[in-house]
């Protein structure tokens, strides 16, 4: 047994890599895992090598046929399986999700009721269709699009929301037919291992793998010549740099990277309702999450009661333990986390800005920082053009919805944006021109199983929910059946082709 489950101990179950339907130790160097919220090591889990990730490969690969070859239905009954396990163990994996992560414990238990509820809806998904029958160019003959799984898919996440991104993509994958090796965050290792738990009782060995590491195992991972398709999500940098391995063998990438959300205030408003939206949507998870809004374009009409009411929305934010039920927002996930965050604030208060509340540490231990208000800001500055991870709402007023829309698409990013309006023209001017995968009204970050997810340009190039998620985890196959088994037109001799166009006018047959 090794060092580092001993430590483990404040963490409920034998948490271990699984390959192969074996739980077994990582055989690499040890990584800490951090209570953001105590500073306070709390695990040591061993990483991965390449031997390890090798053999987690070949499990997945040799146990890809069979899983294949498993009627839909019973993969679809294993997945409402899982889904019952994190049902019985929400407040366990809630509380190794907060210690580990620094969520608080109220956003972790939800965490937990939408996993189940994404691998429910892919249990019955996989089950409905895998293809379609077009037309045939002749009579006697059979065309039909057959959707395929790629293989062993590798599924790499971050630290946000650790098993919630886990099942947006082990889900389809699985209900595809595809055998998954996945790779959490180093940050938070723990709740992955811990679910490994369930998914050793219920998959046929092999099926899903579970593997820890840092950077260095996503890459070897990313390299092994018999990963099929590398589902990722992560920041764009790495992102890219997924990209490009990938590219080296053509493997199939899915990527869901980083955004710059804007969130647009019309002037037809209830000024409070919308800085209640917006400071949700701001400071949900610190602002740790891929659709946090990071940018308000506010017309001029509501702007001054927009910022006073979210400055007053801010500062009633409760901000301190998150195991605690009270707690609204815990602390970053890392120190470096925390000083990037604080590093775009001096930066923009260097530029001009000015911060009206928060951006504060409140605490001397714990990566904690007080939901900033931050106006006077351009879109030259970072706070307003580059990723912050945190929570820090920079507002700018703009003269009207047409420049709010064209400064929202000015950005790199496309992943989401939100628009608080009533009036129709508004909404439609909005919902075509805006260059980005999700456009909310009036209710941010609502997500739904059914309605695809994924961003445009450069926040990623898949979809993961809906119809399109689960075919992101299926290639298509033609198949092309002639029953007639007789000699056609144009093959050899093309002599027999042209006497016969001659004679008749027509092909023979
Ligand atoms: P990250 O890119 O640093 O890491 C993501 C994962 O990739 C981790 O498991 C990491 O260990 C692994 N990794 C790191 N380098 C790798 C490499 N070279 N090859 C393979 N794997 C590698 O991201 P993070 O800091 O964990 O997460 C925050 C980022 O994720 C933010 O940019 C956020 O916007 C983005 N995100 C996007 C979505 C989405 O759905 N679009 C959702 C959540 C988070």
């Known amino acids: 047994m090794g060092g580092w489950r001993h430590v483990l101990s404040a963490v ?37 090598t390449d031997a390890d990730v090798e053999a987690a490969v070949k499990a997945a690969r040799s146990s890809f046929r069979a899983w294949k070859n498993t009627p839909a239905p019973e993969r679809g009954e294993k997945l409402h399986a899982l889904s019952d396990w994190i049902g019985e163990h929400t407040e366990s994996l809630a509380e190794t999700l907060t210690r580990e992560g620094g969520k608080p414990l109220v956003e972790n238990r939800d965490e937990m009721g939408w996993s189940s509820s994404c691998l429910d809806f892919y249990a019955e998904m996989g089950r409905i269709e895998r293809g379609r029958i077009v037309p045939s ?134 000024v409070e309702l919308a800085a209640r939206g917006a400071a949700w949507a701001a400071y949900l998870n610190s602002g740790q999450v891929c659709t946090s809004a990071e940018r308000f374009y506010v017309l001029p009409q509501v702007y001054d009661d927009f910022v006073d009411a979210f400055v007053d929305q801010a500062s009633g934010i409760v901000v301190g333990d998150p195991m605690e ?5 815990g602390p970053l996930v890392r120190a470096v986390q925390r000083d990037a965050v604080e590093a775009q604030l001096s930066s923009a208060r260097a530029a001009g800005a000015r911060i009206l509340f928060g951006g504060e540490r409140p605490a001397d231990t714990g ?17 307003m053009s580059v990723e912050t991870f945190g929570p820090v709402a920079p507002i700018a007023k703009v003269s009207s919805l047409e420049e709010a829309i064209q400064r929202t698409n000015e950005s790199p990013y496309g992943l989401g944006a939100n628009v608080y309006t009533r009036r129709l023209d508004y909404m439609l001017a909005a919902m075509e021109e805006i260059e980005a995968g999700t456009v909310w009204f009036n209710d941010p970050l609502t997500d739904n199983e059914a309605a695809p997810f994924g961003g445009f340009k450069s926040s990623g190039n898949g979809r993961e929910l809906g119809v399109e998620g689960l075919d992101d ?37």
């Not at 099929?228 to 063998?249: P, Y």
């Open 137 to 270: 160019g002749e009579a006697g003959q059979l065309n039909l699009v057959v959707k395929e799984p790629y293989g062993a898919v590798a599924a790499i996440v971050p630290w946000n929301y650790p098993i919630l991104l886990l099942m947006w993509k082990l889900a389809p994958a699985l209900a595809a037919g595809n055998t998954v090796v996945v790779k959490p965050s180093p940050y938070t290792p723990l709740s992955t291992l811990e679910l490994a738990d369930g998914i050793a009782r219920i998959f046929p060995p092999g099926v899903v793998n579970v593997i820890t590491g840092e950077a260095d195992t996503g890459r070897s991972l990313v390299a092994n010549p018999d990963v099929a398709l590398i589902a990722f999500t992560g920041s764009v940098e790495t992102g890219k740099q997924v990209a490009h391995a990938a590219a080296d063998r053509l493997a199939k990438v899915h990527l869901e990277l980083g955004g710059k959300d804007a969130f647009i205030v019309c002037d037809d408003v209830d």
């Open 473 to 509: 985890f299926r290639q298509t196959k033609h198949i092309h059946i002639d029953s007639k088994l007789d000699a056609k037109a144009w093959w050899y001799p093309y002599a027999d082709y042209a006497r016969h166009q001659a004679e008749f006018g027509t092909a023979p047959g």
């Open 12 to 48: 409920p179950g034998d948490a271990q890599v699984l390959i192969g339907g074996e739980q077994v130790e990582g055989t690499g160097s040890a990584v800490d895992v951090v209570n953001p919220a105590t500073e306070a090591v709390i695990a040591s889990v061993r990483s991965a």
């Open 325 to 329: 039920e009270s707690t609204d927002m």
């Open 367 to 383: 990566f904690f920082l007080t939901p900033a208000v931050v106006v006077d800001v351009d879109d030259s500055m970072d706070v």
